[in-house]
């Protein structure tokens, strides 16, 4: 079955950076594209971006450009996520998703503070 | 970049109502809209994609309707797990957008 698990939960200071993983398993991992999405607590669903598996090649959106980088290692199926010059602004659950017509599974969140 | 207006933001509904969504696209998005349920600390669920297919699984009170700019979510006969909050979801080009979200609360 189709699984997308994550990294477990991080609390970083502001500044710092975080890198969450996102490990793809029972389906080909080259044959779809992956999607971050965050929801700050209480909030709604943010889109990030994506990153195509087999080529690497990313598309951020444009409010993360220079903070958001997405890469992929395609040997153990695992797409990464990760945010630097962190604020509390950035404290969110954070997910990856699969791309078929927007998302049909969706990974089950990591959890990250931004805190002094 | 294409934007998304979703109402209501809330509303309340007693277990049998009939509960619509709608979902308004800044610009044509043809049909490439979903629709997801969220329920409190759990990643979103899809319910329809392509403006109106029904995700396998999900039961058939939930529906949806609309092509271009115009998109509506609606429930037949509500029922307690319904319970929870709505997003729809524009994938028609980046950057993907969802809309503010509709929480559903008992009435």
């Known amino acids: 079955q189709v699984q997308l698990v994550q990294s477990g939960a991080e609390v970083k200071k502001p500044g710092a950076s975080v890198k969450v993983s996102c490990k793809a398993s029972?389906?080909?991992?080259?044959?779809?594209?992956i999607h971050w999405v965050r929801q700050a607590l209480g909030q709604g669903l943010e889109w990030m971006g994506v990153?195509?598996?087999?080529?690497?090649?990313?598309t951020y959106a444009q409010h993360l450009q220079g903070r958001v980088t997405m890469t992929r290692d395609t040997s153990t199926s695992t797409v990464y996520m990760e945010l630097s010059s962190l604020r509390s602004e950035d404290t969110a659950v954070y997910y990856c998703?699969?791309?078929?017509?927007?998302?049909?599974?969706w990974g089950q969140g990591t959890l990250v503070t931004v805190s002094s | 970049d294409i934007q998304m207006t979703q109402s209501p933001s809330s509303l309340a509904a007693s277990v049998g109502d009939r509960v619509t969504i709608t979902c308004r696209a800044s610009?044509?998005?043809?049909?490439?809209l979903g629709w997801y349920q969220q329920r409190p600390g759990k990643a979103p669920k899809r319910l329809i994609y392509a403006a109106s297919t029904l995700e396998s699984g999900v039961p058939s009170r939930f529906s949806g309707s609309g092509s271009g700019t115009e998109f509506t979510l609606t429930i037949t006969s509500l029922q307690s797990e319904d319970f929870a909050t709505y997003y729809c979801l524009q994938h028609n080009s980046y950057p993907w957008a969802f809309g503010q979200g509709t929480k559903v609360e008992i009435k």
């Open positions: 610009q044509g998005i043809r049909n490439d």
């Open positions: 998703a699969r791309r078929t017509s927007g998302f049909d599974f």
């Open positions: 029972g389906y080909s991992f080259s044959t779809y594209y």
């Open positions: 990153i195509n598996p087999t080529t690497g090649e990313t």
